[in-house]
């Protein structure tokens, strides 16, 4: 992402030389839209390729170019059976792609899946150094979506897209 001056020249306080480059997920992944907040906060929509499949993203920056922290999901697997239970590792990131190991908040998982069960909100402590795991299990056969988000602050929040579950035998 770059940021220009009026007179189109890039903003050298934006990130290295008016540029921003945020990894997300794999080395796959690509911001396809964009707004501008009335806090001149910026807001990119797009995906990051897992394995086989494609996840949604969206990544806010702050003023100084930093984007929000956030709580990623990863180790949820593409392909799940209804009923099974999965374990979930996550760990709060600071907005640059590095751990937060300050993070204190308490987290709380949804489901598009109503029938879902889904581990209890999860308050971290300083020792989980932000690390942690939930369990999941949908129930629903179709394809779902989970999200982790701190319990007091929406802005931090991770989301899982396209988990495709198959009917149980």
Do not use: C
Request: net charge negative; hydrophobic share 35%; glycine share 12%.
């Amino acid at each position: 992402m770059v940021r220009y001056n009026t007179d189109g020249s890039l903003d050298s306080t934006f990130g290295t030389g008016g540029i921003v480059t945020t990894a997300i997920g794999t080395a796959t992944n690509q911001g396809w839209g964009e707004a501008l907040q009335s806090n001149s906060e910026i807001v990119v929509a797009g995906f990051a390729a897992n394995g086989s499949k494609y996840n949604f993203t969206v990544t806010r920056y702050l003023g100084d170019s930093a984007s929000s922290p956030g709580i990623p999901i990863s180790g949820l697997p593409s392909t799940t059976t209804s009923e099974v239970v999965n374990t979930i590792p996550f760990a709060a990131d600071d907005g640059s792609n590095k751990r937060n190991v300050n993070y204190t908040g308490t987290v709380h998982l949804r489901s598009s899946d109503p029938t879902s069960k889904l581990g209890q909100d999860y308050t971290f402590m300083a020792a989980d150094n932000s690390i942690g795991s939930f369990s999941a299990a949908f129930n629903t056969v179709g394809t779902e979506w989970l999200t982790a988000a701190d319990s007091l602050d929406p802005n931090i929040t991770g989301i899982e897209t396209g988990v495709v579950v198959s009917r149980k035998k």
